[in-house]
């Protein structure tokens, strides 16, 4: 039996309690993301804590830009097998607001604050927003695809001006000829022009 | 000119000899005698504090060790900056860090020297677009040598301190003079880039 269809078969009496949105696995079928609607989200956390997931292992954000749309996802583990369930859910990029996980993992206060920091997310119920990282940080949280650091590194930080710098050039390629054959020829001329004099 | 040939080869030969007595004329020592003893002792014992910033620091393990063992040459760590006399910058340089880096080159007794190490103490190296990383090192700290590479090896570390014990024992360098001299102008760059606040303890 193929990895992700044991991962699902055993985790199949919970889909109906999850009712997931969209299923996902990753390329080794080992690890399960289930997607859920915010609204049945935290059921969906306590369903899977009660069934034996008890360990938060990570809290990260994806930011899908066209889609407008923040990703949460939620990495659990369950001791008793090593079993490994990720759930996500997907809110609002303009109004970033979710519910905190803090009363059921204690231990989500510094993912949270640190999604809060780099993302600019905030978690209702989680009072601990101080920066985590970054000291005197005075543009849009720098983890957002909208954020460009490279202008921002230029304002802030001078660069060495070097008098000759380093600018490419496009050479077009002869589609006739293979590139070391004209390394062969122009090598050859060299030869015969210092032989001659 | 009377006495030479006007053939091109001359010319340049001449023109090498006066650029030559130029360069010595403009050399001169002024330490006085204990001053050029103490530097030859300075050179000869070289205390690196050990405060390593980026992933550069992965060298110096076997730069220290048996491998390359650079106490034959008169290098040891120091682990407090008011008893190390060389401040290595090992590779790349956060602004968070950079406000512990100042602290710690502050609080170091002179003469003391800086060696930035990497490219990235250079030009920023890989992380040139960092919105966190400095780009150039010799805006905040007076830079004596650079060790070019990413990574540099440790025979690359070698030679940049053989290089350095020249300097200190020919008087050549002015690192952390010009730093109290031309304070005002570090100070200014320094509040550019960690935004006003460069001092803290926490």
Redesign the interface.
């Known amino acids: 039996m193929s990895p992700k269809k044991r991962v699902a078969m055993e985790l199949d009496p919970l889909f109906e309690r999850l009712q997931p949105a969209e299923v996902f696995f990753t390329p080794d079928g080992k690890q399960l993301f289930l997607l859920l609607e915010p609204e049945r989200f935290m059921d969906g956390l306590v369903t899977l804590k009660n069934a034996g997931f008890s360990h938060l292992s990570l809290v990260s954000c994806v930011d899908w830009l066209e889609r407008g749309e923040f990703e949460l996802v939620y990495h659990l583990l369950r001791w008793e097998d090593g079993k490994r369930v990720a759930l996500k859910v997907r809110i609002d990029r303009e109004n970033p607001v979710f519910q905190t996980v803090l009363h059921l993992w204690p231990t989500a206060r510094f993912y949270e604050r640190d999604i809060h920091e780099f993302f600019g997310v905030v978690f209702e119920g989680n009072a601990d927003r101080e920066p985590l990282?970054?000291?005197?940080w005075?543009?849009i949280p720098?983890m957002r695809k909208d954020?460009d650091?490279?202008p921002?590194?230029q304002k802030?930080?001078?660069?060495?001006e070097y008098q000759h710098p380093f600018v490419p050039h496009i050479v077009q390629a002869n589609p006739d000829r293979l590139p070391w054959e004209e390394t062969i020829d122009e090598a050859k001329k060299g030869g015969e022009t210092n032989g001659g004099k | 000119m009377p006495g030479y040939s006007l053939h091109r080869e001359n010319e340049d030969q001449l023109l090498d000899e006066l650029m030559q007595q130029v360069r010595n004329k403009e050399k001169i020592d002024e330490r006085s005698m204990w001053q050029k003893i103490a530097d030859w002792a300075q050179a000869r014992s070289i205390y690196m504090l050990h405060y390593c910033t980026g992933c550069g620091a992965i060298e110096l393990p076997p730069t220290m060790t048996s491998r390359f063992d650079m106490e034959r040459f008169g290098i040891g760590p120091m682990a407090t900056p008011r008893q190390a006399d060389v401040l290595l910058i090992t590779g790349y340089l956060a602004a968070k860090t950079l406000r512990r880096v100042i602290l710690t080159y502050e609080q170091m007794q002179t003469p003391k020297f800086v060696m930035g190490f990497g490219s990235c103490t250079l030009n920023g190296g890989i992380y040139y677009d960092s919105y966190s990383t400095i780009q150039r090192l010799d805006l905040y700290l007076p830079v004596d040598l650079y060790i070019a590479g990413c990574m540099p090896r440790p025979e690359a570390i070698i030679m940049g301190f053989n290089r350095l014990k020249q300097m200190i024992s020919s008087g050549d360098i002015q690192g952390w003079k010009d730093y109290e001299k031309r304070h005002d102008w570090y100070r200014k760059n320094q509040d550019k880039a960690l935004k006003g606040e460069v001092y803290v303890t926490r």
């Open positions: 990282f970054l000291e005197h005075d543009d720098p954020f650091p490279q921002y590194s802030i930080f001078d660069e060495r």
